[in-house]
């Protein structure tokens, strides 16, 4: 228990730095030769505290997700998702994407943020590309058709799958 916090706490602190840093130097790099100094000042503080938020609830996430890996278990890729029903309410623009498929060595988990929706293993899947979908089947009942964002996210998945004799 106090490992996983540690880890959480480690991922919420690295997030939160570097996202800090880029902000504040954006900031001052764009603030160069044209504000005052007490005006770029001014505006790096609001930014990179909002920043560092950010960065802090990224890590939140991170760590939550790093925490519910088994022994042993590696994540071979995180994709974000769309639904892909016209619908469903995208989320706004500086929450970030809702949904994300996590491929791991054991299986493949759906998360909704910080919360792990569903996690099947290999053996007990089937994953099929239906075009730009990806159609996964759990034990011969369908658990998710989904969009991924990234381009040749769908053909990735499908690799890892057969690489783990999935159907």
């Known amino acids: 228990m106090g490992e996983e916090n540690a880890v959480i706490r480690r991922a919420r602190t690295v997030r ?5 840093g880029i902000a504040g130097a954006t900031v001052i790099g764009l603030g160069a030769g044209v ?13 990179t505290g909002l920043a560092g938020w950010a960065g802090s609830r990224i890590g939140r996430i991170e760590g ?23 619908e469903h309410t995208p989320p706004s623009p500086h929450e970030g994407p809702q949904y994300h498929l996590r ?5 493949v988990e759906m998360w909704e943020r910080a919360e792990l929706l569903w996690k099947h293993p290999w053996p007990e899947l089937r994953v099929i590309v239906d075009g730009p ?22 053909a990735e998945v499908r690799l890892a799958a057969q690489r783990h004799s999935v159907g």
């Open 64 to 86: 939550i997700r790093a925490a519910r890996l088994e022994p042993g278990e590696r994540v071979l890729g995180t994709y974000a998702v769309r639904p892909p029903y016209t």
């Open 16 to 20: 939160a730095i570097v996202s800090a």
């Open 133 to 154: 979908r990806l159609r996964i089947h759990h034990l011969g009942r369908e658990v998710g058709t989904m969009l991924l964002e990234q381009p040749g996210a769908v």
């Open 103 to 107: 491929v791991t060595s054991h299986g």
């Open 35 to 47: 504000l005052s100094w007490w005006q770029v000042l001014a505006l790096a503080l609001p930014a």
